[in-house]
């Protein structure tokens, strides 16, 4: 596919030189098989840049805006998210996400890498929200590790509110090692495994963006 290749022969390597982004634990990234990339959400930034310095091609969940904006900028937002492999998730319908996770596990069962961030939405005071349990859900269908990843930094190159990425400051993005959740497979108890699964998915990411944990779900802010 055409954008495909524009992404990762063009977008990446622009994208690599201007920012420089560092990156500790790729290794720990499986570069083959089914894998669930759970990060922390500070910025816009965060799905260009965990695309961009991950060793291997991510699938992931964006919002539905990204890909039906008006005119030649939502064009080309819509091209740029489709040729990393994201897939629009509707906001603030139960059914439309259901059937988001639904397509999710299906680019697993291909045994494809696919991304998501757990808290639902990007902080908007720096700080760590509570996990929903949709990261849990997949990791108990697709039976499938999941690699941690805390990117700090990109709330500076643009924060929330902000149209213009800065230069500065250099991104980093910590993966830690896979988590195996195979002693949770066939539990009865389905509730509270994927919230065990989701609380350890998210201590995992703290202490790899040594974000303060809020320990509430964060909120998307009603519209003014």
Same mark, same amino acid.
């Given at each position: ?23 500790? *634990? #790729?290794?720990?990234?499986?570069? !083959? /098989?089914?894998?669930?990339? =759970? ?5 816009? +930034?965060?799905? &260009? ?76 005071? *720096? #700080?760590?929200?509570?996990?929903? !349990? /949709?990261?849990?859900?997949? =990791? ?5 590790? +999941?690699?941690? &990843? ?75």
């Amino acid at each position: 596919m055409l954008i495909d290749k524009f992404m990762h022969g063009v977008v990446a390597p622009t994208a690599k030189a201007i920012y420089r982004p560092r990156t500790e *634990g #790729r290794e720990n990234v499986p570069m !083959t /098989g089914p894998v669930i990339i =759970a990060s922390n959400h500070l910025s816009f +930034v965060d799905s &260009v840049a965990i695309p961009v310095v991950m060793p291997r091609k991510v699938s992931f969940l964006a919002k539905a805006e990204y890909f039906d904006g008006p005119g030649l900028k939502g064009r080309v937002s819509k091209a740029f998210f489709t040729g990393i492999g994201a897939v629009p998730v509707p906001r603030g319908t139960h059914s439309a996400a259901k059937a988001a996770l639904e397509t999710a596990l299906s680019v697993l069962e291909r045994g494809d890498a696919f991304g998501i961030y757990p808290e639902g939405t990007r902080s908007r005071d *720096g #700080r760590l929200y509570r996990g929903r !349990t /949709g990261v849990a859900w997949l =990791a108990l269908a697709a039976r499938c590790p +999941v690699v941690p &990843v805390g990117i700090i930094g990109t709330d500076l190159v643009q924060p929330i509110g902000s149209n213009i990425p800065k230069l500065s400051p250099r991104v980093l993005a910590r993966f830690g090692e896979p988590l195996d959740f195979s002693r949770h497979y066939g539990r009865t108890d389905v509730a509270r495994a994927r919230r065990e699964i989701t609380d350890e998915i998210m201590e995992a990411i703290q202490k790899l963006s040594g974000q303060d944990y809020a320990g509430v779900y964060n909120e998307t802010p009603a519209e003014v």
